[in-house]
């Protein structure tokens, strides 16, 4: 357990704070540190927490999800421009895919996306990065992420 983890659960409501939720990806073109809370299990006092989220530093062109896949829980996607002081400060370009259809859509501004649980989506491909942005998933699942994948879907 980590120092900071230790000071937190030694008050009362110190369980509630997660000091430093740091992770790297699996993903060779993401190797800054994400933000991740619950894809892995929750810490002690967070069992009952009905999502999970990962949030990433996006600094170059990639595809993030090659295939379709579904979830059996809502899902939101955040796309933000990286300037703390303007968030519309967006200099990037994405495309989702959403839909058995392959519905393609172009996201070049800071954006929110509500994906309901069942709905196909991705791929999800980062065409153009002039300047980092902030990508987020926060998955309406107690449980952690889970999926199911749609190759099948592109």
């Not at 659960?9 to 619950?38: C, F």
């Not at 829980?73 to 796309?79: A, G, K, M, R, T």
Request: aromatic content about 10%; hydrophobic content about 35%.
């Amino acid at each position: 357990m980590g120092k900071e983890r230790e000071f937190c659960m030694s008050s009362k409501y110190g369980k509630y704070i997660l000091r430093e939720p740091l992770g790297i990806l699996p993903l060779k073109e993401v190797q800054t540190a994400s933000i991740i809370i619950g894809h892995h299990g929750y810490p002690e006092g967070w069992e009952g927490l009905r999502f999970n989220m990962a949030m990433h530093s996006i600094y170059m062109p990639f595809t993030i999800e090659k295939n379709g896949h579904v979830h059996d829980e809502d899902e939101i996607l955040v796309f933000a421009g990286n300037n703390p002081m303007d968030f519309r400060d967006f200099g990037a370009e994405a495309c989702l895919t959403l839909g058995e259809e392959g519905e393609k859509h172009i996201i070049n501004s800071t954006t929110v996306v509500y994906i309901p649980k069942g709905l196909v989506h991705c791929p999800l491909e980062f065409t153009r990065v002039d300047k980092p942005i902030l990508f987020a998933s926060i998955v309406l699942d107690p449980a952690g992420y889970k999926r199911e994948e749609r190759p099948d879907i592109v």
